[in-house]
């Protein structure tokens, strides 16, 4: 093990250190004993001390400190807490080492993380390539058949269907208001209800005197909806019982804060650990989908595009317990009317 | 919209490689009374410690009026404006409550202090909020609410926007906690914010508006109002129903411990009789004579009138002799009762050398205790070096040793003051088995908890007198009452429990 530490050169030069120290000390012994019967060996002595007690004070603060924020931002990457770390060290150890991280960073370019989001974005609601157009059409045809043969539940529920995939398939790159997810949410549901019936419901809540302005903000689209299908797939259908799912809707002065909860099967803490380590951690499976996991990746998804899109502060975290339910708490920066692209 | 007073967002806090928070998010707004019930007592200081202090955090960030002021890049080390208050005081105990509230703050400069002026500027928060504080009294001299209130004051005067209190129901008396509520209800009006930490959910439940479930340093749930409800809670916590196998009242009712018409300076005409066997809590509404009480059983004080009887003999003039016949646990007896040097067995034979006194120098006594008490507290009793051990096992050692030592009557003083919910259910099976070896339990508490669920009898003081008698089959009476003091009191079993 301590053959293979000393392979690091940070390990090396601390070697190197100590063994200069003791030799630094061992020579101010020396000349301590051999000067001592001078009358001004006090002064030089005193003098010694006070010089070396200056250089070891600035070494700890300009070598030492700067050492262990860097190994601390090194180690925040590596353990998945955070990207932006990686980006923002301030005390590379040497200039080979931030061209290194330059031109890392350069490779792991955001925009192009976040293009990739989106297509990931695109492609979780697309599911199986469906053709748009072709989609609408067939279904605005079947709604009026629906009609014409008076089956007013089927004419709904297709209006329903259309609505909601003309919303997610159109401009995945637009930041939409919060009444507009909340409208697909509502068509998403009223879907939904069609299969579940009274088994699930769906509250918005809010204080009621900030409900027009808490509608105005905006937030990437496609943001709620994988959530609430979460709540669904995971939660709900797994109860046996009749499930809620609510909306809470709170704003700050720089915080809009939307917490998605249900009453559903919830998860268990290995599950749970896993999911928040997987949330924590800079994701990048989105470049490369993989078709097989879709289902367990979309709150990934959300998630990763909220961070690149508006820095580490802002993010989603969960809350779960078995047989009580789970809450999604999404965090996003207060954006009002004249964001609209990203 | 709400203004936002402080953000947690992920922190997580280590210590020597210890995770003591972990991916804690909390966020309160202002005018708002946040709950945060602890499920085990780990994290708690290391949350309240960030709150205060900026101090170096391993990951998260950390907002104080929707500014960044700490976070996982840098820590400024400065202080926010949180005010904790909580059993320790944080007031200059020799100084006046005036000289507390107004000269000790940052940015008084005065250099000529007018104690009328002071008095005036006190009496007009007093008098507001319907408290009589004497502003030249010294802090020393407050009761717990007073000092609580003095606490509250400080924290409004300096302009504190959160002010965090731990466990306060643990040193104030249900009445008191029930006015200090309604001065926290009165400056949450005002826009202050509160964090309201204890053990008890429903204790929060109360009062605060949200409350977060904490374990293992991590937020487990954020309930909100409309989920304050048994069905979800139950799923934190262990089961607390008053046990069917608790031993029965004896028929002999001869009186192991009788009190007739006993005076002392805080006491006043107090006359009860506890039977052998049971299990007896004396419930002080105002925290006024639990020390009197504790002090007249030791013998550190005798009563100005009236007689103690222990046996049928008066305790005052026999008290040398009767003395074996009491044991007592105080408050906090992880601190105050166990001999770190010693080893386990010493410290659990620690009051037998009363009875025994051949007791450290006969090995087969000490061979015999290993027999009999290995089944209960398992192989910690073997332990050299008890300072490693648990505290659910430091617990056992304390409760054991009373249980070794057989006494008439355990006088237990607030047993489950800040226990979090684990070592509350382990000190309620402690207790049990004091029980079951057919000791007097006398709990002395100026809060509930959960003494309830293994009492026989509660008896509430209040000002010095004994005001009420409920026996078990009573209990669910202190729910529904509508006196003061009982609202404070919403940890009760139901009728259908007792």
């Known amino acids: 093990m301590k053959k293979l530490q000393f392979r690091f050169l940070s390990h090396r030069s601390a070697r190197i250190v100590t063994l200069l120290s003791i030799l630094v000390g061992l020579l101010l012994a020396a000349l301590a004993i051999s000067i001592a019967e001078q009358p001004w060996a006090v002064w030089v002595l005193l003098g010694g001390a006070a010089l070396l007690t200056a250089i070891l004070y600035l070494g700890h603060r300009w070598v030492y400190l700067p050492y262990r924020e860097t190994e601390k931002m090194l180690n925040l990457f590596v353990d998945g807490y955070s990207m932006q770390s990686f980006h923002e060290l301030r005390h590379p150890y040497s200039p080979a080492m931030e061209s290194a991280l330059e031109k890392l960073n350069g490779m792991l370019d955001t925009s192009e993380l976040i293009n990739a989001s989106k297509k990931q974005a695109q492609y979780l609601a697309l599911q199986n390539q469906i053709n748009p157009h072709f989609l609408y059409n067939t279904l605005e045809g079947i709604r009026g058949e629906a009609i014409t043969a008076g089956l007013d539940n089927v004419a709904k529920m297709t209006e329903a269907l259309s609505t909601f995939f003309r919303y997610t398939i159109s401009n995945v790159e637009q930041l939409v208001t919060l009444e507009d997810e909340l409208r697909n949410i509502d068509n998403y549901y009223i879907i939904q209800r069609y299969r579940f019936g009274e088994r699930i419901n769906l509250f918005v809540d809010c204080d ?48 809009l804060i939307i917490t998605v909860s249900d009453d559903g099967a919830g998860m268990d803490e290995t599950r749970l650990r896993e999911l928040n380590r997987e949330l924590e951690t800079p994701s990048f499976d989105f470049v490369k989908p993989d078709r097989e996991k879709r289902g367990g990746i979309a709150i990934i998804n959300v998630n990763s595009r909220i961070r690149l899109l508006f820095g580490e502060e802002y993010g989603i975290s969960i809350y779960s317990t078995v047989d009580v339910g789970t809450d999604v708490e999404i965090t996003l920066p207060l954006l009002t009317g004249n964001a609209k692209e990203y | 919209m709400q203004k936002e007073i402080i953000r947690l967002d992920r922190v997580t806090q280590r210590d020597d490689g210890v995770t003591l928070l972990d991916g804690v998010n909390l966020h309160i707004f202002e005018g708002e009374i946040m709950g945060l019930v602890c499920i085990d007592s780990e994290g708690q200081d ?29 820590s400024s080390m400065e202080l926010n404006h949180v005010s904790v208050i909580e059993e320790r005081s944080r007031l200059v105990e020799s100084l006046t409550v005036a000289d507390n509230i107004f000269v000790l703050r940052r940015g008084f400069k005065k250099y000529v202090i007018d104690p009328r002026v002071l008095k005036s500027q006190l009496a007009l928060f007093t008098e507001d909020l319907g408290i009589h504080i004497d502003a030249n009294e010294s802090v020393d001299e407050l009761s717990s609410f007073e000092r609580c209130v003095t606490e509250l004051l400080k924290a409004v005067v300096t302009g504190v926007k959160l002010v965090v209190l731990r466990d306060i129901s643990n040193f104030i008396g249900p009445a008191d906690l029930l006015r200090f509520q309604e001065l926290i209800r009165r400056y949450t009006a005002q826009g202050m914010s509160f964090l309201y930490i204890c053990n008890h959910h429903e204790e929060t439940f109360r009062i605060c508006d949200r409350v977060s479930l904490m374990e293992c340093g991590k937020i487990r749930k954020l ?3 409309e989920e304050f409800r048994d069905d979800i809670i139950s799923h934190f916590t262990l089961d607390f129903s008053r046990p069917t196998n608790l031993p029965q009242d004896s028929d002999q009712h001869s009186g192991v411990l009788k009190f007739r018409h006993v005076f002392t300076e805080h006491i006043h005409d107090m006359s009860f009789t506890i039977e052998q066997g049971e299990c007896v809590v004396f419930l002080d509404v105002n925290n006024l004579v639990l020390t009197d009480l504790f002090q007249l059983m030791t013998g550190d004080l005798l009563p100005q009138s009236g007689k103690i009887l222990l046996n049928a003999t008066d305790w005052c ?40 006194p051949l007791l450290w120098m006969n090995r087969r006594f000490k061979q015999s205790i290993f027999k009999e008490y290995e089944p209960l507290v398992g192989k910690d009793i073997y332990a050299y070096d008890i300072t490693g051990l648990s505290p659910a096992s430091l617990y056992n050692l304390v409760y054991y040793r009373v249980h070794l030592y057989h006494p008439e009557i355990v006088f237990c003083i607030q047993p489950f003051a800040g226990a979090d919910m684990y070592l509350r259910h382990h000190l309620v099976h402690l207790i049990n088995e004091l029980r079951a070896r057919k000791i007097t339990v006398v709990i002395l508490a ?26 078990s089959g009573e209990f669910h009476l202190l729910r529904g009452q509508s006196a003061p003091v009982d609202t404070a009191i919403p940890w009760l079993p139901t009728g259908e429990e007792s």
């Open chain 2, 317 to 356: 003039e026999n008290r040398e002799k009767l003395r074996q016949h009491l044991s007592f646990i105080k408050e906090n007896p992880l601190q105050s009762m166990l001999f770190r040097e010693m080893s386990y067995i010493d410290n659990l034979c620690f009051l037998l050398d009363r009875k025994s």
């Open chain 2, 46 to 74: 290391a949350l309240v410690n960030l709150l205060c202090e900026n101090i170096p955090i391993h990951y998260g960030y950390i907002y104080f009026e929707e500014q960044l002021v700490n976070s996982y890049k840098s």
């Open chain 1, 208 to 255: 009621e005197e900030d409900r027009e302005e808490l509608y105005q903000y905006r937030m990437p689209k496609l943001t709620l909806q994988p959530i609430v299908e979460n709540a669904i797939i995971h939660g709900i259908e797994r109860k046996i019982d009749r499930g809620n799912i609510r909306i809470k809707l709170e704003a700050t002065s720089k915080r």
């Open chain 2, 446 to 471: 100026v809060s509930m908890s959960d003494s309830l669920v293994v009492a026989d009898r509660l008896l509430m003081l209040e000002q010095g007198h004994l005001l009420r008698e409920y026996r």
């Open chain 2, 223 to 225: 309930l909100r109002r």
